[in-house]
């Protein structure tokens, strides 16, 4: 059974910073590109942020290039995204999904953590 669990969320002031951490079970994590999603109230999920399987390779969404970077330990079985100069409009849920099809299709996803960003 696969479980992608997500922590790290919580209330930090415009400016901010704070590191999700996802932590992956019952997948042969190095198999998988590893994606970072968010969901802000009333709004569509939007693509956050991408790392190849091995780590060499990353993408962002346009909104968050510069301020956030993704990484992962396949040791560890964890990804993590790193989010620093954080704005209000970056509240949402955050979600990670593992993808079996280089980042095309996303098979698995955790249950979302909750970012808030206070002005």
């Known amino acids: 059974q696969v479980q992608l669990v997500e922590s790290g969320g919580g209330l930090v002031q415009a400016g901010g910073s704070l590191r999700l951490s996802c932590a992956a079970s019952?997948?042969?994590?190095?198999?998988?590109?590893m994606g970072w999603f968010r969901q802000a109230p009333g709004k569509e999920r939007e693509f956050v942020a991408r790392?190849?399987?091995?780590?060499?390779?990353?993408s962002y969404g346009d909104s968050v290039k510069g301020r956030f970077t993704i990484s992962r330990d396949n040791a560890k079985s964890t990804v993590y995204l790193q989010m620093n100069s954080l704005k209000p409009e970056d509240t949402a849920v955050y979600y990670c999904?593992?993808?079996?099809?280089?980042?095309?299709?996303?098979?698995?996803w955790g249950q979302g953590t909750q970012v808030t960003v206070s002005s």
């Open positions: 019952g997948l042969t994590f190095s198999s998988h590109t």
């Open positions: 999904a593992a993808s079996r099809l280089m980042g095309v299709q996303y098979n698995y």
């Open positions: 790392i190849g399987r091995n780590g060499d390779s990353t």
